[in-house]
C-alpha cells in the first residue's frame, strides 16, 4: 500500500525557516511528479509547488516565489519543501501529492500524505 508521509512541520517565527519532507513508502516516486499543497484554516487547499517528473522543472504559486524551493532525494524517495523567510500567512497543514491527474497545479493526485502542520507567529 502506498504512504506518503510528511514530517518537519513546526511553530516559528516570522522570518525564520523550515524544511517539510514526505517520504513514500509501498511504492517508488522517484519518476513521477509530485507536489505540495497547503490549507490555512477557512481557506481552500492551494498549490504551492510542484516538481515535474523526469525533469528538474519546478513551478511555484506567485505567493512563494523566490521563499520556497522544492526538490527531490531519489534515493530516499523523498520530496523536500524549503521554506524560508517565512511569513504569519503561511500558517496551514501542508500536504504532499504525488502523481497527478491532468495539471500539476491543480489539486487531483492519486496519491495524499496526512498533511503536517507549519505555524507562523509574528
Known amino acids: 500500500q502506498v504512504q506518503l508521509v510528511e514530517s518537519g512541520g513546526a511553530l516559528v517565527q516570522a522570518g525564520d525557516s523550515l524544511r517539510l519532507s514526505c517520504t513514500a513508502s509501498?511504492?517508488?516516486?522517484?519518476?513521477?511528479?509530485m507536489a505540495w499543497f497547503r490549507q490555512a484554516p477557512g481557506k481552500e487547499r492551494e498549490f504551492v509547488a510542484t516538481?515535474?517528473?523526469?525533469?528538474?522543472?519546478?513551478y511555484y504559486a506567485d505567493s512563494v516565489k523566490g521563499r520556497f524551493s522544492i526538490s527531490r532525494e531519489n534515493a530516499k524517495n523523498t520530496v523536500f519543501l524549503q521554506l524560508n523567510t517565512l511569513k504569519p500567512e503561511d500558517t496551514a497543514v501542508y500536504y504532499c501529492?504525488?502523481?497527478?491527474?491532468?495539471?500539476?497545479?491543480?489539486?487531483?493526485?492519486?496519491?495524499w500524505g496526512q498533511g503536517t502542520q507549519v505555524t507562523v507567529s509574528s
Open positions: 509501498g511504492g517508488t516516486f522517484n519518476r513521477n511528479t
Open positions: 516538481i515535474i517528473s523526469g525533469s528538474s522543472l519546478t
Open positions: 501529492a504525488g502523481i497527478p491527474r491532468g495539471d500539476p497545479k491543480k489539486g487531483d493526485y492519486v496519491y
